[in-house]
């Protein structure tokens, strides 16, 4: 069982940059695909990126290649979404997500990751 708490959410104008944190409990967190997903109001929850338990491979949406990225702490439990060059269609409450098999099984599968934190609100202005 893993508990997920996002945090760094806010508002920023467009342009600028935020990074979320996600903090994790469990012994287990390096054994844990990482992602973060978003979803805006009135759409399905998307993906964003993904994180190996290592921290050695990582997979973007073609909509943040470039512009985010995410990495790990495993000695402290948190995974990161660094977001620059921030643009209005990135506001969305934005989710971490934790799944228990191979980064390369599951990728950007929504289904696959199991267990997900409460949100955080990023709201980019014009």
Same mark, same amino acid.
């Given at each position: %069982?893993? $508990?997920?708490?996002?945090?760094?959410? =806010?508002?920023? $104008?467009?342009?600028g940059?935020?990074?979320?944190?996600?903090?994790?409990?469990?012994?287990?967190?390096s054994?844990?695909?990482?992602?973060?997903?978003? %979803?805006? *109001?009135?759409k399905?929850?998307?993906?964003?990126?993904?994180?190996?338990?290592? =921290?050695?491979?990582?997979?973007?949406a073609?909509?943040?290649?470039?512009?985010?990225?995410?990495?790990r702490?495993?000695?402290?439990?948190?995974?990161?979404? &660094?977001?620059?060059?921030?643009?209005?269609?990135d506001?969305?409450?934005?989710?971490?997500?934790?799944g228990?098999? *191979?980064?390369?099984?599951?990728m950007s599968?929504?289904?696959?990751?199991?267990?997900?934190? &409460?949100?955080?609100q990023?709201?980019?202005?014009?």
């Amino acid at each position: %069982q893993v $508990q997920l708490v996002e945090s760094g959410g =806010g508002l920023v $104008q467009a342009g600028g940059s935020l990074r979320l944190s996600c903090a994790a409990s469990g012994r287990t967190f390096s054994s844990y695909t990482m992602g973060w997903f978003r %979803q805006a *109001p009135g759409k399905e929850r998307e993906f964003v990126a993904t994180i190996s338990g290592s =921290g050695g491979n990582t997979y973007y949406a073609d909509s943040v290649k470039g512009r985010f990225t995410i990495s790990r702490d495993n000695a402290k439990n948190t995974v990161y979404l &660094q977001m620059n060059s921030l643009r209005t269609d990135d506001t969305a409450v934005y989710y971490c997500a934790a799944g228990s098999r *191979p980064l390369s099984e599951i990728m950007s599968l929504l289904a696959s990751y199991h267990y997900w934190g &409460q949100g955080t609100q990023v709201t980019v202005s014009s």
